[in-house]
């Protein structure tokens, strides 16, 4: 064999070889390629997709969070006027309750003293009414009457 031959032979195999895989082997893989190119060009844009709505969904939870806060805000301040409001009800109620006992307590102090000041003209008029008793017992004496009146006096101390 002559190497010219051989080297001839190996040109036309690399040749035929070439061909099939160029028309048999090299759409199928371009096909694959291609498909490949793809399936990643879709996994990039997804991931892009992904990375703005995670960027926009976080803008829209720190909006809900300053939202959340600001209305707790709000509540707790409703809350503490409420306290307010309810603590000078309650001082108020408290201050009536505090005049109508104060009140009842001095109507009670009047009473006490108009029966107090009844009974000592009871015992005043029981007291002169025994003071004239004694007096018409006796005789009609000035000095006699003036003993009875120091004695009356004594009587009442």
Known sequence: ????????????????????VMKVVWPYFQRI????QK??????AAAERGR???????????????????????????????????????RS??????????AAAQAEIDQQVSRAKEA???????????GAEKILRREVDAKAHAGLLAQLKRDFR
């Open 33 to 36: 390629i291609s498909e490949r």
């Open 120 to 130: 000592l003209r009871e015992q005043v008029a029981a007291l002169a009414v025994a």
């Open 93 to 102: 109620q408290a201050k009536e309750e505090g005049n109508r006992e104060k």
């Open 52 to 90: 703005v709505e995670l960027e926009s969904a976080t803008r829209r939870a720190e909006e809900t969070l300053r939202q959340s806060r600001e209305r707790a805000a709000e509540i707790i301040a409703q809350a503490e006027k409420r306290m307010a409001q309810i603590i000078e009800e309650a």
């Open 1 to 20: 064999m002559n190497i010219n031959a051989t080297l001839l032979g190996q040109v036309i195999w690399f040749a035929l070889f070439i061909w099939f």
């Open 39 to 44: 399936t990643i060009a879709d996994g990039l």
